[in-house]
């Protein structure tokens, strides 16, 4: 263990990395063939086959997900181009942080993982027709993953310096307004724009006509 992270031994990195290749090369194989086929169920227990003693070894098989690539203990076992190609890829779009497989994997759990990864592997357009929501309806006791949460920084950032831009306008605006308004900006407005009696008014006149509005 380095830095509180464990670091996994040579032979357990080489065969995890192993585990991880013949998923994709089953996954992308399986996808050619009907699911009750022979060749189909040969793929399913090749795979099993291989999780199985990975498990029996290692108790379980983590692995994190990034943009475009699969960690297993911090340790890259899987990188390519962020494509519906990606694993990684695919995983992380539809939210996934992580992935566990744990001892007692079924068959059938990895069948109906196949099934799933198969169908979303082109993005939806319904927001809730994805992995995670395909995961938690399949329910998989030995399959557990985490989803990350629609957080306020993934939606798109109001700015709020216009918001106060327009609120000053609009401030300056009732401003002027208010000022127009005003006694002393009536006089002023009137005496400029009338013909010219406002001038003849004395100043206790203007008093009483402030006094009065």
């Known amino acids: 263990m380095i830095n509180g992270r464990e670091v996994p031994s040579d032979s357990e990195l080489t065969a995890a990395r192993d585990v991880v290749s013949s998923f994709l090369i089953s ?3 399986y996808d050619l063939y009907p699911s009750d086929h022979g060749s189909s169920r040969k793929l399913l227990e090749g795979i099993h086959n291989r999780l199985d003693n990975f498990l029996s070894l290692y108790g379980e098989m983590k692995i994190s997900i990034e943009r475009n690539r699969l960690l297993y203990k911090s340790k890259i076992i899987y990188e390519a181009q962020a494509s519906d190609d990606n694993l990684a890829f695919v ?4 939210g996934l942080l992580w992935i566990e497989f744990l001892a007692g994997l079924a068959i ?3 069948k109906v993982f196949f099934t799933i990864l198969n169908k979303y592997k082109v993005s939806h357009d319904e927001p809730e027709d994805d992995i995670v929501t395909a995961l938690w309806d399949a329910n998989m006791p030995h399959v557990r993953y985490e989803a990350k949460e629609l957080f306020f920084e993934d939606l798109p950032l109001l700015d709020f310096s216009r918001l106060n831009k327009q609120a000053a306008e609009s401030g ?3 401003k002027d307004k208010s000022a127009a308004s005003s006694p002393e900006s009536m006089n002023v407005l009137d005496m400029a724009s009338g013909d010219g009696q406002w001038w003849s008014l004395a100043p206790e006149e ?3 006509l402030e006094a009065m509005v």
């Open 27 to 29: 996954l992308k194989n």
């Open 91 to 94: 995983l992380y779009r539809d």
């Open 108 to 110: 059938a759990e990895i």
């Open 172 to 174: 300056e605006v009732e």
């Open 206 to 208: 203007f008093e009483l």
